[in-house]
């Protein structure tokens, strides 16, 4: 269980400005097994809170902890999943899904079959000795995934893994994610600008307002899983989609210069 306890984040700003205050008073819990997607307009911290949870920020005040163990730091426990590929240039598909593995220390002949269970299981045979650069943006991302979860994380971390490839492999990449998260159940927290795919990868959506971030409302997606193959039909999803649609609209107008004094 992930616990988010009236957290904040600031950052400094340059020039003598004042601090960029990115989340104020952030309370959230996530369920063992659970998947949470999390989204809000533009500047609201979505990223920020990821990277407090994976331990690569710190927050200011509050308090982060998994299982009760207070967040410190990065932890084996968790991976994290970039928008950007940040792949190795130099090494191989095979390499590169095998580096955190390496990184732990375990002898390359077990790390290598490890990351052909991976290569199998994303749909990569074929491309095991393939540079980064010889490969589409899809199966980029793909390598990316496997190696996060070559290392067997409980939680999964993903901050808009999908926004840089194009909608066909996006639609692709989203139908794996959920397969993957049917079968592993692992925890999976998965920021979005996407309300659509907010919706259609987790079990429940959490809306931060604008900036300062905090969370608005934790919402329920009401469909069960395995989902339904059809599920731009199901009225639970259009509704939600709707509602955070209606949220988000209101929130951009709120805060745009044109709905100022």
């Known amino acids: 269980?992930?616990?988010?306890r009236h957290v904040d984040k600031a950052f400094p700003a340059r020039n003598g400005n004042a601090a960029t205050l990115a989340l104020h008073g952030v309370n959230l819990t996530i369920d063992t097994d659970e998947f949470v997607s999390v989204v809000g307009p533009s500047g609201c911290g979505k990223t920020t809170l990821l990277?407090?949870?994976?331990?690569?920020?710190?927050p200011d005040a509050g308090a982060i902890a998994i299982d009760g163990r207070p967040v410190t730091g990065p932890g084996p426990d968790r991976a994290v999943v970039f928008q950007q590929f940040s792949l190795l240039p130099w090494a191989t598909v095979a390499d590169n899904i095998a580096f955190g593995l390496e990184l732990r220390g375990m002898p390359r002949d077990e790390r290598l079959a490890i990351a052909d269970d991976q290569i199998h299981a994303m749909g990569l045979r074929g491309f095991e000795r393939h540079y980064p650069r010889q490969l589409s943006g899809g199966m980029q991302q793909r390598v990316g995934l496997a190696r996060a979860l070559a290392v067997n994380p409980a939680i999964l971390l993903m901050d808009e893994p999908f926004a840089s490839v194009d909608a066909q492999t996006r639609r692709t990449l989203q139908?794996?994610?959920?397969?993957?998260?049917?079968?592993?159940r692992k925890t999976i927290v998965f920021v979005t600008h996407d309300i659509d795919e907010a919706v259609r990868l987790a079990d429940r959506v959490v809306l931060l307002s604008p900036r300062p971030g905090q969370v608005v409302e934790s919402l329920p997606v009401g469909l069960s899983r395995p989902r339904p193959e059809d599920l731009d039909q199901e009225p639970a999803a259009i509704q939600l989609k709707a509602y955070l649609w209606r949220q988000?609209?209101?929130?951009?107008?709120?805060?745009?210069?044109?709905?100022?004094p």
Not at 51 to 58: N, P
Not at 175 to 184: G, H, I, K, V
């Open 1 to 4: 269980m992930i616990t988010v």
């Open 51 to 58: 990277r407090m949870i994976a331990g690569l920020v710190l």
């Open 175 to 184: 139908e794996d994610l959920r397969t993957l998260a049917e079968r592993t």
């Open 248 to 260: 988000l609209r209101g929130m951009q107008q709120a805060t745009s210069p044109k709905s100022r």
